[in-house]
T-cell receptor, first 109, second 114 residues
Framework: TQLLEQSPQFLSIQEGENLTVYCNSS?????LQWYRQEPGEGPVLLVT?????EVKKLKRLTFQFGDARKDSSLHITAAQPGDTGLYLC?????????FGTGTSLTVIP | ETGVTQTPRHLVMGMTNKKSLKCEQH?????MYWYKQSAKKPLELMFV???????ENNSVPSRFSPECPNSSHLFLHLHTLQPEDSALYLCASSQSGGAGGEQFFGPGTRLTVL
């Protein structure tokens, strides 16, 4: 079993649609991060959340950390082709980050 | 050069070869990491160096040997690898070795073991 389960594994949507991807665990995290990885590149940090219930916005992206600090969601409004990529969550139950398997998002023009 | 660079970007090697992956960070960070990224698996942390000392070794086989000569450079020496070692190897750096800080990743080396 994975420490962090991400769903869906794959998502293909039309430009302009909204979507939500999830990162779930049975462990409590002191902090949780979301990264985006584009083909041929390494992951790039999008956001770090540390407080239960915290909501952070980054343009059309909204990140929420669960009240119990065990899960998180990423909502994208009006998706654009530039949002295409692999979205990874990473959580630190202690002093080391563990990554989820990722959600591969394709936004079709 | 800026950020984190990795060379080579692609590597094909036989099971009896010896090769090395190189990572260099230009960010003034104190911690560096090696990760393995395989299809349908989470990123696997292999090694962590903080202030040039290895602080984490996640049960990685001895055919992978890291080296950190200074805080800007990290190597991964490879010998007698197996086909299942084929993967994308990512290097990252951060200001400190603790969790919670931002990790900056290089573009990775795509390794194929024949």
């Amino acid at each position: 079993t994975q420490l962090l389960e991400q769903s869906p594994q794959f998502l293909s949507i039309q430009e302009g649609e909204n979507l939500t991807v999830y990162c779930n665990s049975s462990s409590v995290f002191s902090s949780l991060q979301w990264y985006r990885q584009e083909p041929g590149e390494g992951p790039v940090l999008l956001v770090t959340v540390v407080t239960g219930g915290e909501v952070k916005k980054l343009k059309r992206l909204t990140f929420q950390f669960g009240d119990a600090r065990k899960d998180s969601s990423l909502h994208i409004t009006a998706a654009q082709p530039g949002d295409t990529g692999l979205y990874l969550c990473a959580g630190a139950p202690g002093n080391q980050f563990y990554f989820g398997t990722g959600t591969s998002l394709t936004v079709i023009p | 050069e800026t950020g984190v660079t990795q060379t080579p970007r692609h590597l094909v090697m036989g099971m009896t070869n010896k090769k090395s992956l190189k990572c260099e960070q230009h960010l003034g960070h104190n911690a560096m990491y090696w990760y393995k990224q395989s299809a349908k698996k989470p990123l696997e942390l292999m090694f962590v160096y903080s202030l040039e000392e290895r602080v984490e070794n996640n049960s990685v086989p001895s055919r992978f040997s890291p080296e950190c000569p200074n805080s800007s450079h990290l190597f991964l020496h490879l010998h007698t690898l197996q086909p299942e070692d084929s993967a994308l190897y990512l290097c990252a750096s951060s200001q400190s070795g603790g969790a919670g800080g931002e990790q900056f990743f290089g573009p990775g080396t795509r390794l194929t073991v024949l």
